[in-house]
């Protein structure tokens, strides 16, 4: 029995069993950053898992993911998702995958044009 006030226990989306199914590029869906300011600034394309997805110049790669998704990649010792913790690359926690190989900390990696990434775990 979950006890109210402090002591309730949060519902993390990102952490649901759900998430499997959700689609990291689905806009409708929400993400789980919301973009305030600096709206002006110029488009860049990049692909993840096969699907465009829209940044901002200046951008850094957790943002995008997040921008249209609510977690960045499943945990590969056991069941949830990870969406980055600490987000200034300490952590390790956002490492993503690249289509032509290698990995890249989502936190602290701009995004450029025709970026490929893999978050699904599956090969592109």
């Known amino acids: 029995m979950e006890r109210p006030g402090i002591f309730a226990r949060p519902r993390i989306k990102w952490l649901e069993s759900k ?3 959700q689609s990291l590029n689905k806009k409708s869906e929400g993400g789980q950053f919301v973009r305030l300011s600096e709206t002006e600034r110029p488009e860049i394309t990049i692909h993840v898992n096969g ?3 829209t940044a901002l ?3 850094t790669v957790l ?8 977690a960045v990649r499943e945990f590969e010792f ?3 998702a990870r969406a980055g913790f600490c987000l200034m690359g300490a952590c390790q926690d ?5 289509e032509e190989g290698g990995s890249l900390r ?3 990696t701009y995004v450029r ?3 490929r990434l893999i978050t699904d775990g599956g090969e592109q």
């Not at 943002?63 to 609510?70: F, Q, S």
């Not at 956002?94 to 690249?98: A, F, S, Y």
Request: charged share 15%; net charge negative; proline share 0%.
């Open 19 to 21: 998430h499997k199914s």
């Open 51 to 53: 699907e465009a997805v």
């Open 57 to 59: 110049a200046g951008d």
């Open 63 to 70: 943002t995008a993911l997040m921008m249209v998704g609510t």
């Open 78 to 80: 056991g069941a949830g």
């Open 94 to 98: 956002c490492w993503v995958k690249q």
């Open 106 to 108: 989502a936190c602290s």
């Open 113 to 115: 044009e025709g970026l």
